[in-house]
């Protein structure tokens, strides 16, 4: 398995003092990685645009011939409040499937027509889903935050022309404040890497159910 990172500022010493995986580290602040002991051959430099997504789409374009078997995807930090493990542990307990959250499956968001809690944000997923070549199923139902873990098999279930497109709009676009592209993606990286709207339960009660909200 590779660690995909996105690092801004982070102390990366966490990725830099394991051994179990091979790393790349895709930085927006590389100047910042000086004393941490991350491998300098390791970081390739990006735009500071599009959080993790432009991120996550710029290695998939540039891997895209020559992906790993397996490919965990993450932040700069080692700890967070959507996650219920560090962030090693969470990858650690990869259960091989074609995605896996690396967050708290507590934490879950749901998106349909006229939904109670997410109704702006299935209007945003309505309109910009088409820019990028995304057909907008009925319902959307996932892990909050986007970490996870995925396969070679399934990030070549796209030409890497989407990947590009996707990546252009995230350092193109200035219809909206940075952060606010990032979480449309956000909503869509498990349907968009499985082609499944809802990705299953890992827990029988969440922060939906527990509030009534429709799962």
Known sequence: MLI????????????????????VVYSKKPTTL?????????VRTVENRGREALV????????YAGLPER?????????AWHQDVPIMDAI????????????????RHSFYENCPHGQSMWEKLQKYCPLFGI???DK?????SAQFITTRERILSHPVEFYQRCYDWLNEQREMADF????????????????????????????????????
């Open 71 to 79: 490919v965990a995807f993450c932040h700069g930090h080692e700890t």
């Open 135 to 137: 057909t907008l199923p």
């Open 140 to 144: 959307l139902e996932h892990t909050w």
């Open 92 to 107: 650690r307990r990869d259960d091989g499937s074609e995605f896996f959250s690396l967050n708290n499956p507590y934490f």
């Open 34 to 42: 000086a004393g941490t002991g991350i491998d300098e051959s390791k």
């Open 180 to 215: 606010r592209s990032a979480i449309i993606f956000e909503q869509l990286w498990y349907y968009i890497l499985t082609g499944k709207n809802v990705e299953p339960r890992r827990l029988a009660k969440t922060i939906m159910s527990e509030n009534g909200y429709e799962e």
């Open 56 to 63: 996550y789409f710029k290695f998939m374009i540039d891997f």
């Open 4 to 23: 995909v990172t996105c690092h801004n500022k982070e102390d990366l010493s966490w990725l830099a003092q394991q051994k179990d995986f091979d790393y």
